[in-house]
């Protein structure tokens, strides 16, 4: 009976001991579960948080960016306005003209008027005679003297005249070509700028949209992450109520937690990843580089200390502050530049030379070449950049003007 007793209570402590090593082992499985799971979204985390870092940079060069073109829309309209004023002037100019031209008209008309007189008058004391015919008709000496005298006045008058009306003619003509001249170019240079600050205006647009569009992935990264937080939270909840089930059954005793958590810890900690010409003509061209991404036009930027530390240049403005750079000393203005050095032809080209483009008005505007058909220069669409000379734009408005700077 006691051989019994004894096998029968050996039997139940070996199936006990078999039911708590079976969920004990099931307990730490569900722990490994949650701990790789909890890695996982750990390294997820980690992932976002990268992410939501690199929004934040792009964000920060964005709003530099936004700062310096609407830096730009400012500066173009003040030069908008100055070419308006400048064109007001002009326009009082050509009225003023048209009221000194309609009196030279009148001198003219009337000089005309005097002439066919004279010659009605010449008419009527010679005939159709000729100038000798004139003089030896007198019958007497006195009268060969006036005769003589007569036709001597009428003639120098009649030069004086024709003289005046050709100088006055002349006169009219320059006055109004020059006007005509100066009107032109000052109409073409506000369309340009016009252009160009609808250009601004298009990249401001771009440039808000892409600020927004970051502003969503940031605002999608966050959700992101505050969803995985609290993923891992509920998982560390779970994996504390496990451990605490297995410490009850064990007495307080959880076989390779410890070495659990540990390695949770390490696999965490281990997602994350770690950071990963020459002379003075190459001087001018590497210059302006740094500028490439984070500068912007402005129609005559780029000659003072304040345009040349934010990024602010035109095409002669950057030209002229890129040879400045190597330690030479050129123009500023695009008609300036079209007379500097010597000027050379397209095919015996060379980088730090020149090129001219035919926009608003002939060479209206410049870069410096760089080589393999390619020029650095201050684009109204780009601000500095490097650009292709058989671009269609480009290359459609290119006269063939080179320039090398001596």
Same mark, same amino acid.
């Given at each position: 009976?006691?051989?019994?007793?004894?096998?029968?209570?050996?039997?139940?402590?070996?199936?006990?001991?078999?039911?708590?090593?079976?969920?004990?082992?099931?307990?730490?499985?569900?722990?490994?579960?949650?701990?790789?799971?909890?890695?996982?979204?750990?390294?997820?985390?980690?992932?976002?948080?990268?992410?939501?870092?690199?929004?934040?940079?792009?964000?920060?060069?964005?709003?530099?960016?936004?700062?310096?073109?609407?830096?730009?829309?400012?500066?173009?309209?003040?030069?908008?306005?100055?070419?308006?004023?400048?064109i007001?002037?002009?326009?009082?100019?050509?009225?003023? =003209?048209?009221?000194?031209?309609?009196?030279?008209?009148?001198k003219?008309?009337?000089r005309?008027?005097?002439?066919k007189?004279?010659?009605?008058?010449?008419?009527?004391?010679?005939g159709?005679?000729?100038? =000798?015919?004139v003089?030896?008709?007198?019958?007497?000496?006195?009268?060969?003297?006036?005769?003589?005298s007569a036709?001597?006045?009428?003639?120098?008058?009649?030069?004086?005249?024709m003289?005046?009306?050709?100088?006055?003619?002349?006169?009219?003509?320059e006055?109004?070509?020059?006007?005509?001249?100066?009107?032109?170019?000052?109409?073409?240079?506000?369309?340009?700028?016009?252009?160009?600050?609808?250009?601004?205006?298009?990249?401001k647009e771009?440039?808000?949209?892409?600020?927004?569009?970051?502003?969503?992935?940031?605002?999608?990264?966050?959700?992101?992450?505050?969803?995985?937080?609290?993923?891992?939270?509920?998982?560390?909840? =779970?994996?504390?109520?496990?451990?605490?089930?297995?410490?009850?059954?064990?007495?307080?005793?959880?076989?390779?937690?410890?070495?659990?958590?540990?390695?949770?810890?390490?696999?965490?900690?281990?997602?994350?990843?770690?950071?990963?010409?020459?002379?003075?003509?190459?001087?001018?061209?590497?210059?302006?580089?740094?500028?490439?991404?984070?500068?912007?036009?402005?129609?005559?930027?780029?000659?003072?200390?304040?345009?040349?530390?934010?990024?602010?240049?035109?095409?002669?403005?950057?030209?002229?502050?890129a040879?400045?750079?190597?330690?030479?000393?050129?123009?500023?203005?695009?008609?300036?530049?079209? +007379?500097?050095?010597?000027?050379?032809?397209?095919?015996?080209?060379?980088? +730090?030379?020149?090129?001219?483009?035919?926009?608003?008005?002939?060479?209206g505007?410049?870069?410096?070449?760089?080589? +393999?058909?390619?020029f650095? +220069?201050?684009?109204?669409?780009?601000?500095?950049?490097?650009?292709?000379?058989?671009?269609?734009?480009?290359?459609?408005?290119?006269?063939?003007?080179?320039?090398?700077?001596?």
């Amino acid at each position: 009976m006691k051989k019994k007793i004894a096998t029968m209570t050996t039997v139940a402590v070996v199936g006990l001991t078999s039911a708590f090593f079976s969920n004990t082992a099931h307990a730490e499985k569900s722990v490994q579960q949650i701990q790789d799971e909890r890695s996982d979204i750990k390294a997820n985390l980690s992932d976002a948080e990268s992410k939501i870092a690199d929004v934040l940079v792009e964000l920060e060069d964005l709003n530099a960016k936004i700062a310096r073109v609407d830096d730009a829309l400012v500066e173009n309209k003040k030069q908008m306005e100055k070419t308006e004023d400048k064109i007001k002037s002009t326009k009082k100019e050509v009225n003023k =003209l048209e009221v000194e031209i309609e009196k030279l008209e009148d001198k003219i008309a009337e000089r005309y008027e005097i002439m066919k007189d004279r010659i009605v008058a010449y008419q009527k004391n010679g005939g159709d005679i000729k100038y =000798l015919e004139v003089l030896f008709g007198s019958k007497s000496f006195g009268d060969f003297i006036t005769r003589a005298s007569a036709v001597s006045t009428i003639s120098e008058a009649d030069a004086d005249l024709m003289e005046q009306q050709e100088e006055d003619k002349k006169a009219v003509e320059e006055k109004q070509d020059s006007v005509k001249e100066k009107l032109a170019e000052l109409t073409d240079m506000k369309s340009e700028q016009e252009a160009i600050q609808d250009t601004i205006l298009e990249q401001k647009e771009q440039n808000e949209a892409a600020k927004q569009e970051l502003k969503d992935k940031e605002a999608e990264l966050k959700e992101m992450k505050s969803h995985l937080q609290s993923k891992d939270s509920n998982l560390a909840a =779970l994996e504390a109520d496990i451990r605490q089930s297995m410490e009850s059954n064990n007495n307080g005793t959880v076989v390779g937690s410890s070495s659990n958590v540990t390695a949770a810890v390490t696999n965490s900690n281990s997602s994350k990843a770690a950071p990963a010409p020459s002379g003075n003509v190459g001087a001018a061209i590497n210059a302006g580089y740094k500028y490439i991404g984070n500068s912007v036009y402005v129609f005559g930027a780029g000659r003072t200390a304040s345009d040349i530390r934010n990024g602010r240049f035109d095409c002669s403005g950057f030209v002229s502050w890129a040879y400045s750079q190597a330690g030479k000393s050129i123009p500023a203005t695009t008609s300036a530049l079209s +007379g500097t050095g010597t000027k050379v032809s397209y095919s015996n080209i060379q980088p +730090g030379d020149l090129v001219f483009f035919n926009t608003y008005k002939t060479n209206g505007h410049v870069g410096i070449y760089v080589g +393999g058909g390619k020029f650095i +220069g201050s684009q109204s669409s780009t601000g500095v950049d490097v650009v292709s000379m058989s671009n269609p734009y480009w290359s459609s408005h290119f006269s063939g003007h080179v320039r090398r700077v001596k």
